[in-house]
């Protein structure tokens, strides 16, 4: 089963944690994950996959203009109803407001139509809110649960599709 990890990532932080949560999808048997940049989708794997999880640096307390105008256009092609759909982000302080930008994007997910999930506290800790969130300075302490979150959301993904 495919599914795809998208992203903006302006100094790499977000491109790494993307790339670590579809480094987790794919510890479950089954599954195939890629992780994007927004700026260069691969349509046909993203049309077939049946979750999408997106990533976003926070800027101002939101999501970064890129995926923001992403949201509002470009993502209607990839036919996002009926998927799963997850969120990340990655920010410079701890209350910069990283929930704020997990919660904009599963908005405009819910708005498609897509089944969103993080896992909530289902599975004990850590508990996963609203998606994983990497903080400037310490991805390194984060990519356990961005590991795991990634193995949520394939699980749950799997147990729904197959």
Not at 6 to 33: D, P, R
Request: net charge neutral.
């Amino acid at each position: 089963m495919k599914m795809t990890v998208l992203y903006h990532s302006q100094t790499g932080n977000t491109k790494q944690m993307a790339e670590v949560i579809a480094e987790g999808m794919q510890t479950v048997e089954g599954v195939q994950a890629k992780a994007f940049p927004i700026e260069e989708i691969d349509e046909a794997w993203a049309k077939e996959s049946k979750c999408v999880v997106l990533g976003t640096p926070i800027y101002m307390a939101s999501v970064c203009g890129a995926i923001k105008n992403w949201l509002e256009g470009p993502c209607k092609k990839y036919g996002l109803a009926g998927k799963i759909g997850g969120a990340f982000a990655t920010a410079d302080y701890i209350h910069g407001g990283a929930e704020l930008g997990i919660r904009l994007i599963l908005d405009h997910m819910l708005v498609y139509g897509m089944l969103t999930y993080s896992g909530g506290g289902s599975y004990g800790k850590p508990v996963i809110h609203l998606g994983p969130v990497a903080l400037k300075g310490h991805l390194e302490e984060s990519k356990d649960t961005f590991l795991l979150y990634g193995q949520r959301m394939a699980t749950k993904t799997l147990e729904i599709y197959q």
